[in-house]
């Protein structure tokens, strides 16, 4: 070291710093340095500061604890007060790392309880005298189970709480934008986030992040990509910042894209497959689907979207729970020809125009239970029956149609009657008998209009 001061301590009081004469360089090497306020041993490989009149510049600062590394560049902007009155140490800086896991650096304390009878548990704190604003980069970030790959963006460390601003990563192939606060200054730390996820590997994402594996478990069947935009708070566990799921709320809206169903893949989509022969899940379209869900209380609802295959459209609607349980309703808008070859044999006895006219056939499925032992419940076959009554019924009408033609023709003497009168004396017997019998009918369709024309 080599400075030179100069100060009152009566400025010291009032906070005067800028009184304060200061000038010079220190650096140190090879410090070792444990404490209530840090997680792990902290070990300063090398430091080198430049002091000022009204901040000490941080110009070098080689920092290691527990498995992570960094390196540091920055303005200390009230370290005098934080050396003489415990207050808030202030900074801006700009951290490179190799390797960082969040969880070297919150702090393990251990609160007093009550009963002292109970083993006391430790809990994450992120230190209370740190002001500071860290424009961050590094090559790997351990957060949890998750390693975060070319993490940048700003980390703002205030008030017990860790602000996230414009941090990105590259992560299950895609890329995650986040916004948002870790606050560990209650009891129980909190959270509260926005996530943009852009291309994400469907299957590693849903698989291993277990918020998305609670909120869409039947996604980790899917291959393909997603886009999509994530708000989410609650509470985190204050032994390990790891998020309490039941405590979980916010919204998901996300957009696939090139995706593919693996059916057999999903206890649910097998069995549903089984109870519907007229569709093969495997090849419904689910490009460029939107959906959108909402979660909260452990529960989480699916706003009504619509799926297509072939010419069948699926509308789905339901909820499931993050305990997997659930309740969903699919209704499917089935054209008559996919219904099995009893529905198709009554189909070709009709004409072309009479087909066009036989509805589409709605049927619904339930799905209850939980994702890995479902319970599926269709009411297709009240829907072929009702169809087989509606194409019988067609019948019924065709051929009553056909009746009344037959019947017209009768009364009104034939199709083809004309009304050229042929004289008696060129008529054969055979004809004469013919004509008799057609006045007859005509005289007694008469008598019944005239029947019922009377009151």
Sequence with gaps: ??????????????????????????????????????????????????????????????????????????????????????????????????????GDFMTSTTPAEPDQTKKSESVIKVPSFLDCT??????????????????QGTLVIKDQAVSLQNVKTNIFGGAIAMNGTVSTKS???????????????IAQSFTQLDFLKKIAPIASVI?????SEVSLSGKLD????????????????????????????????????????????????????????????????????????????INVDGEHGFDQNMNYTLNFDVPAKYLGTEVTNLLNKLSP?????????????????????????????TAVTSLTNQIVQAQKEKLVDQGKEKLTDLLSGGKNNTNTTVPDSLKTEEQIKQ?????????????????????
């Design 1 to 102: 070291a080599n400075i030179a001061t100069k100060f009152d301590m009566n400025s010291i009081e009032k906070q005067a710093y800028q009184n304060m004469v200061n000038s010079g360089t220190m650096s140190l090497t090879g410090f070792n340095y444990t404490g209530p306020e840090m997680a792990n041993a902290v070990i300063i490989n090398k430091a080198a500061l430049t002091f000022n009149p009204s901040n000490i510049t941080l110009n070098a600062f080689d920092f290691k604890t527990g498995k992570s590394d960094l390196n540091l560049t920055g303005a200390l902007n009230n370290f005098y007060g934080f050396m003489f009155k415990k207050e808030t140490l202030k900074g801006t800086f700009n951290l490179s790392s190799n390797h960082l896991e969040v």
């Design 134 to 151: 860290l424009n961050a980069k590094a090559n790997t970030v351990v957060y949890d189970n998750l390693n975060l790959k070319d993490v």
């Design 187 to 201: 009891d129980i730390p909190t959270f509260d986030m926005k996530l943009g996820l852009n291309k994400l590997d």
């Design 223 to 227: 291959a393909g990509k997603l886009n």
């Design 238 to 313: 204050p032994k390990e910042l790891t998020p309490n799921l039941n405590t979980m709320s916010g919204d998901l809206v996300g957009q696939l894209l090139e995706p593919e169903i693996k059916a057999e893949n999903s206890k649910l989509l097998s069995t549903l497959d089984s109870n519907l022969k007229f569709i093969d899940l495997d090849k419904v379209n689910l490009k460029d689907l939107k959906a959108h869900l909402v979660f909260a209380n452990g529960k989480v609802q699916i706003k009504p979207f619509t799926l297509k295959y072939q010419d069948i459209n």
């Design 353 to 381: 125009s009479e087909q066009e006219k036989i509805q589409n056939i709605p049927i619904k499925a339930n799905l209850t239970g939980n994702f890995t032992t479902p319970k599926v419940s269709t009411d297709l076959n």
């Design 435 to 455: 004509d008799k019998k057609k006045e007859d009918v005509k005289n007694a369709a008469n008598s019944i209009k005239d029947l019922f024309k009377k009151k």
